[in-house]
């Protein structure tokens, strides 16, 4: 196997040893023997809990991010909004996660990704209670837009820290696993928005999720510290501990090492010394293609997917003039196609390679998109059931790229990387349904499919350029 190398990264050493600044030495001989370790253990309760717990915080995370759109048909006749003011309200969340994303990756690089993570979350749990108390537009606008600084912030740390706490065989089924309580998220949002809100009024949505959420930031605050970012910033003792804790439940719950790895001995592994990484690096010689890549998978998946989600609905209610509760449920499909493909994805992804299956879900997608584009006088059910199914397979592009944008930068810049790569996908969600209004004004519906066709054809010949890292430990992928 080929391993990349990079001028700004460090040397390749001999197996089962790292270089400090000095050369090789005790301690990054210590630092590559926990790694090993960690490749060896198969997956136990300790990981389980690591899963569950971040995996709440996402599951919220989606439940709050979506939670608006299910008030919005009260507070527009209660407090008689305006187009421009429903405008603000949705697009303030958006400017809350780009920032949230910047600022919680970057904190996750330095102060720690349990400890970022439980921050956000607290933040997004105590603004959805905020904003379930206010009486005002002004008010509800600056609590979304604060909330939404948490909902930003918790993906990219969750996801950076679900990665590092994973060895190589099984890493993406260990994490699709976990990325699918985001679309679940999502679903439930709805069911329990369909019940409450029509029975004790609508502050009673954002009322709901912030108990649960101030009670997973404390859960979150006591996970223990990802190994692989003590051991980058030279806290082997304390690393040490934790993967001792590891075994522990490896043993216990009749978890045993691996007998052989499959993956070779890292070649190399960051030294043990906290070094300093700029944005800049991501577009430095060894990082450019593969970060301009992510950037362009990030905002193609996301263009085409939250465009569907935001359009969908509104398309089955004035095009095919369904009642507006039949079209809300038949929009909600999509992401119950999602989560379907997601868990055959979780599935399938350790053996088919998160390259083959971009690729193809791109290419699916856009096959669909194009019938939809082309096909002359579809009925409702062709309509609904190729945008349904193009949703399911495009968003599970979405999903991957939480597990493939980690796994392709060193544990220094993972958090900060993958918030970065993530901003696109909040510029995407602002383009995306705004150019979608622009081209209904101007003609019908075909020239908007036609535009997700192209979308996703770009997504996927970028998709062509990824850096396969099925079965490929981390230190190996990004050394």
């Given at each position: 196997?080929?391993?990349e190398?990079?001028?700004l990264?460090?040397?390749?050493?001999s197996p089962?040893?790292?270089?400090?600044?000095?050369?090789?030495g005790?301690?990054s001989?210590?630092a590559?023997?926990?790694i090993?370790?960690?490749?060896?253990?198969?997956?136990s309760?300790w990981?389980i809990r690591?899963?569950v717990v971040?995996?709440?915080?996402?599951?919220l995370?989606?439940f709050?991010?979506l939670s608006?759109?299910?008030?919005?048909?009260?507070l527009v006749?209660?407090w008689h909004l305006?187009?421009?003011?429903i405008g603000?309200?949705?697009?303030?969340?958006?400017?809350?996660?780009l920032?949230g994303a910047?600022?919680?990756?970057?904190?996750a690089?330095?102060?720690?990704?349990?400890?970022?993570a439980?921050?956000?979350?607290?933040i997004?749990?105590?603004?959805?209670?905020?904003?379930?108390a206010?009486?005002?537009?002004?008010l509800?606008?600056?609590?979304r837009?604060i909330q939404?600084i948490g909902?930003?912030?918790?993906?990219?740390?969750a996801?950076?820290y679900?990665?590092?706490?994973?060895?190589?065989p099984?890493?993406?089924?260990?994490?699709?696993?976990?990325?699918?309580l985001?679309?679940?998220?999502l679903?439930?949002t709805?069911?329990?928005a369909a019940?409450v809100?029509?029975?004790f009024g609508w502050?009673?949505?954002?009322?709901?999720a912030?108990?649960?959420?101030?009670i997973v930031a404390?859960l979150?605050?006591r996970?223990p510290?990802s190994?692989?970012?003590?051991?980058?910033?030279?806290?082997l003792?304390e690393?040490?501990r934790?993967?001792?804790?590891?075994?522990a439940?490896g043993?216990?719950n009749g978890?045993?090492v691996?007998?052989?790895?499959?993956?070779?001995v890292?070649?190399?592994?960051e030294p043990p010394?906290?070094k300093?990484?700029?944005?800049t690096e991501l577009?430095s010689?060894f990082?450019?293609v593969r970060?301009?890549?992510?950037?362009?998978?990030?905002?193609?998946?996301f263009?085409?997917?939250?465009?569907l989600?935001?359009?969908l609905p509104?398309?089955?209610?004035?095009?095919?003039?369904?009642?507006?509760?039949?079209?809300?449920?038949?929009?909600?499909?999509?992401n119950?196609?999602q989560?379907?493909?997601l868990?055959?994805?979780?599935?399938?992804?350790d053996?088919?390679?998160?390259r083959k299956w971009?690729?193809?879900?791109f290419a699916?997608?856009a096959?669909?998109?194009?019938a939809?584009?082309?096909v002359?006088h579809?009925?409702?059910v062709?309509?609904?059931?190729?945008?349904t199914?193009a949703y399911?397979?495009?968003?599970s592009?979405?999903?991957?790229l939480?597990?493939?944008?980690?796994?392709i930068?060193?544990?220094?810049?993972?958090a900060?990387?993958?918030?970065?790569?993530?901003?696109?996908l909040?510029?995407a969600?602002?383009?995306?349904?705004?150019?979608?209004g622009?081209?209904l004004?101007k003609?019908?519906?075909?020239?908007?499919?036609?535009?997700?066709?192209?979308?996703?054809v770009f997504?996927?010949l970028?998709?062509l350029?990824?850096?396969?890292t099925?079965?490929?430990r981390?230190?190996?992928?990004?050394?």
């Open positions: 196997m080929t391993l190398v990079s001028t990264g460090p040397a390749i050493a089962g040893a790292v270089l400090s600044a000095d050369g090789p005790p301690t001989t210590r590559a023997a926990l090993a370790r960690i490749e060896a253990l198969a997956f309760r990981h690591g899963r971040m995996g709440s915080a996402t599951f995370d989606a709050d991010a608006l759109a299910f008030v919005l048909p009260i006749g209660l305006k187009p421009l003011q603000w309200l949705i697009g303030s969340s958006y400017i809350g996660q920032v910047l600022l919680f990756s970057r904190m690089e330095t102060r720690g990704r349990t400890s970022s439980a921050i956000a979350t607290a997004m749990s105590v603004m959805s209670l905020a904003c379930g206010v009486g005002s537009f002004p509800l606008l600056a609590c837009l939404g909902v930003g912030g918790e993906m990219p740390v996801a950076a679900i990665s590092e706490l994973s060895r190589a099984g890493r993406g089924r260990f994490f699709m696993l976990y990325e699918l985001f679309p679940i998220g679903m439930a709805g069911q329990v019940f809100v029509p029975a502050r009673s949505l954002f009322l709901i912030g108990v649960p959420g101030l404390v979150i605050a996970l510290e190994p692989r970012w003590l051991i980058g910033r030279g806290r003792d690393a040490e934790i993967v001792a804790d590891m075994e439940s043993r216990r978890a045993s691996a007998p052989t790895p499959a993956a070779p890292p070649a190399a592994i010394v906290a300093r990484t700029r944005w577009l010689p990082y450019r970060t301009l890549v992510a950037w362009a998978l990030w905002a193609s998946a263009f085409v997917s939250n465009s989600n935001n359009w509104t398309l089955y209610h004035l095009h095919y003039k369904l009642k507006l509760g039949a079209a809300l449920h038949i929009a909600s499909l999509t119950v196609a989560v379907i493909v868990l055959a994805c979780a599935f399938c992804i053996r088919i390679g998160r971009t690729v193809a879900a699916l997608g096959a669909l998109m194009a939809l584009a082309l002359p579809q009925s409702f062709f309509t609904a059931a190729m945008a199914a399911g397979v495009i968003g592009v979405a999903a991957v939480y597990l493939y944008t980690p796994e930068y060193p544990t220094r810049m993972r900060m990387s993958t918030g970065i790569a993530t901003s696109w909040r510029l969600s602002a383009v995306g349904p705004a150019l979608v622009a081209l004004s003609g019908g519906t075909g020239g908007v499919f036609l535009m997700f066709c192209g979308v996703a997504g996927g970028a998709a350029f990824m850096v396969e099925q079965g490929r981390l230190e190996e992928i990004a050394p």
